[in-house]
């Protein structure tokens, strides 16, 4: 048998959308170890949110990802209107609902372009991304941006939706959901692409549970794990909502979850916008909010997204923690990647949805032998970095770095 | 001095670099529109050429130093050769001899194997996997790609690609019986061309661009122009093969091969933009199991009708 | 349902001759609904100098400054938009209404400091 080959996926590479590096080990094209190394997107925005007030918190947050971002406003707004003791509007909650599902049909039609660029079927993308486009006008026109919405507010939205807005959605919606009707029928019966998908990255029910997958990964393995569903929010306490499972368990299983969650979010739109209660869409909420601790969970189009602050009686939290979808979904990676072939690394890695620069947080170093903590900062790291190349025999003394780059 | 034209000028290198770039933009074009997209300005390839030419070309530290500047080159000059001897304006070809089928063929299939060299001694990961992967792919295609070919050529008795497209000119009912050959040899041209579903030499989101990630600057611009010029000479064969209509004009002759062969790349680029690609052992099983069997059928069929049509 | 290779052929085939969804950028003509957040305008007449617009935005990029006198006062907002995220939350913020936005995207430069404008 021939040496085992170590091939690096990544930090830089066409399949990775984002710096992750993923150590695969090859026997042959078979996969036998994988390495997940994340950590290169680190971007400091949880300490960034303890700088700023709630309010200006709330464009922060927004950016932790480019893709779910209403997701991650809402659940900090609700976190804050907990503690502040604020009941929302119901037409705010409905509006929330609204961007929400929007979010989730773009978010999905985003991925399955995305999965059929990573098996080569580029056809797929960008029939899938055209219509994603049109969800993303819709956006535009409700919010005023195409991803980084910012129509939540402390205490509600920002913007009324209008009849006319109504009427544009409705038509919208209905491309969408006939389109998806076809791509449903596509990936149910398109063999080449049902014979890369399927069978690859096998994650079962019980290893979900163990590995504490969430969103359309754990549901794939039937795990009916759907926030949405357990601890209703926004108004999904009237919305019906139906938890798509699926017994495949396999990046297969993963598609048809996620197409049939288009068709389900079409429903809940189309029901948001018949049952749109009339009132306000914002309540004033104090720009000091009093002392306390909040957890929200809400379900964003990765899964579970967790968010924890904490306020001290000021107009800036005390801590804010994020816990984005994907994070929760690295640890069964491994799992999945090992026993699969080369090829499937990409697909199997792009299955989970990833959001690399969501779940990036400060990196702490745990020293085995000592068993201390060490945290590095930025000189000691280039310093690092400089002699790791000393001793390889690159001399990087000719690189000049300007000293105001060095100080943040 | 004719001879010297002929190679430099027409047919040879300057007409077949200029179809090449317009072939590609075809390509591009054609696979745009089928995906709904505006796809390139007419230019694209010919910039894209020319930056490439201009761009600074790397040779690894660890890459053989002769080698790795000649591969591209190499199989630039192979498939320019073989379009030499692929009928243009009529019936027959520039130079055609008895037998220049074979070496066509073999001419052809040294672009792949310059691909396998390139990956090899470029020494990266990426390009290694990629050059197994290119040789692995070409003990596949290869096998149904010359039984598709050469099955016409039992029917029409003889080993020139000439002589086999005035053979079915002159009886072009006959092309009917060789559909399967045309299906066989057209799934196989995906994979000699290195295109989807077969483009897992250079699988962009697997191995990056596999043999071809250490090649830059001009090497890398000749190796496109070599694949671009690949296109052009296997569309070429394919037309001359399967759709034998010719006139004695040599100007609508001329027009007459522009037509088929971008028939033939419509179909090439319609199933390329039809399916996902798939792994190197579905490709081998897929080969094997159903290409090869259904060129073997051909030929069988062939040598059954040799006997039974009046020849 | 039948199954088999190259099912999207027919969908494929039927957009030969389909207008293209995309355009050709800058060419093409661009359609920007009129709620997008663009640039923003500032209206010095409303303003009365609060810097309820400075606190609020979360990127440091507006400030507000007196270049008039004491009496007869002339706001001036100098904004970055290398550093504006274009949530708008400026607009929200200004209780005079001196703050709106506009769909003004192409905004994109070569130098920084053509970036940091007077209005």
Redesign the interface.
Known sequence: MAKNVVIPIGPQHPSLKEPACFTITLEGEKVVNAVVGTGYNHRGLEKACEA??Y??????I??VCGICSHIHSTTFCQSVEELAGVEIPRRAAYIRTLMAELERLHSHLLWLGIAGHEVGFD??LM?SW?DR?LVL?IL???G??RV?Y?IN?LGGV??DVTPEQIEKIRKVVDIVEERNK?YV??A?????L?ARLGGIGKLSHDDAIKFGAVGPVSRAAEVADDIRVTDPYSAYDEVPVTAITDNHADVFGRTVVRVLEIMESVKMIRFCLDNLPDGDIAVKVPRKIPEGEAFVRTEAPRGEDAHYVRSNGTDKPDRVRVRAASEANWHGMKHMLEGDYLADVPIIIAAIDPCYSCTDRAIVLDNHDTGKQSVIDWRTLREYSINWYKARGIDTGKIKIADSHLIF | MVALFNILIFPGFLFLGIYALLFEYLDRI?Y????????PPWFQPLADFLKLIGKEAVIPAAADKHVFPALPVVALAAVTTAFLYVPIWSGSSLLPFSGDLIVVLYLLTIPTLTFFLAGWYSTSVYATVGSMRALTQLFSYEVPLFMALLSPALLADTWSISGISQFYGAHPLYILINIPAFVVAIVACQGKLERVPFDLPEAETEIVSGTFVEYSGRFYAVFKMAINCELVVVAAIVSAFFLPFYTANPFIGFLLFIVKTVIILFILA??R???ARIRIEQMVKFCWKYLTPLAILQIIINILLKGVLPL | ?????????G???R????K?????YPKGELVI?K???GKIDFDASKCIGCKLCV?????NAISIENIGTKEDKKMQLTLNYAHC?????CV?SCNKDAIS?SPDIELAGINRKDMIVKL
């Open positions: 700023r007030s309010l200006q918190d709330i464009y922060i927004e950016r056809t797929l029939y055209r486009e006008d535009a026109m409700l005023g941006n980084n910012g507010t920002r913007r076809y029928q596509l149910l019966s398109e063999t080449t049902a | 054609i745009a529109r089928l995906q709904n997209r505006m796809g319609v199933f933009s039809v399916m | 349902m039948m199954k088999g290779p190259g099912k999207i052929t969908e494929v085939l957009h030969v001759f389909a293209p969804a995309t355009i050709s609904d709620n997008y957040r606190r609020d935005c979360p990127a995220i274009f949530c708008c939350q929200d936005f």
